[in-house]
Nanobody, 128 residues
Framework: QLQLVESGGGLVQPGESLRLSCAAS????????IHWFRQAPGKEREGVSC????????NYVDSVKGRFTISRDNANTRVDMQMNSLKPEDTAVYYC?????????????????????WGQGTQVTVAS
């Protein structure tokens, strides 16, 4: 049974960086695309990034392109998201979700992820 745990959030000033991690237990992530979502108080959940099961395909929401980078580790047990040049608008709880996907397929920002495996979230706060 796959379980996910997010970590790496915290309080930073605008322009600084954080690196979030999504760690798997119970299974490797060999057959899962990973999506990062975020949700701020009073706002709907927003898809941020995704990476395909084989690590070849990545996608980002326009507001984070050039600032955020998603990657997989060699053991396929963890997915990281490097977040640079953080802005107050990035403040949210960040969640990772695992989508069942055999290698050889791309990930899509259109994926709903409602029925995927989810972690508990990690808080990111960007403020002066």
């Amino acid at each position: 049974q796959l379980q996910l745990v997010e970590s790496g959030g915290g309080l930073v000033q605008p322009g600084e960086s954080l690196r979030l991690s999504c760690a798997a237990s119970g299974s490797t992530l060999d057959y899962y695309a990973i999506h990062w979502f975020r949700q701020a108080p009073g706002k709907e959940r927003e898809g941020v990034s995704c990476i395909s099961a084989d690590g070849i395909s990545t996608n980002y929401v326009d507001s984070v392109k050039g600032r955020f980078t998603i990657s997989r580790d060699n053991a396929n047990t963890r997915v990281d998201m490097q977040m640079n040049s953080l802005k107050p608008e990035d403040t949210a709880v960040y969640y990772c979700a695992a989508e069942w996907q055999p290698p050889g397929y791309a990930c899509s920002m259109e994926h709903d992820a409602t029925n995927d495996h989810w972690g508990q979230g990690t808080q990111v706060t960007v403020a002066s």
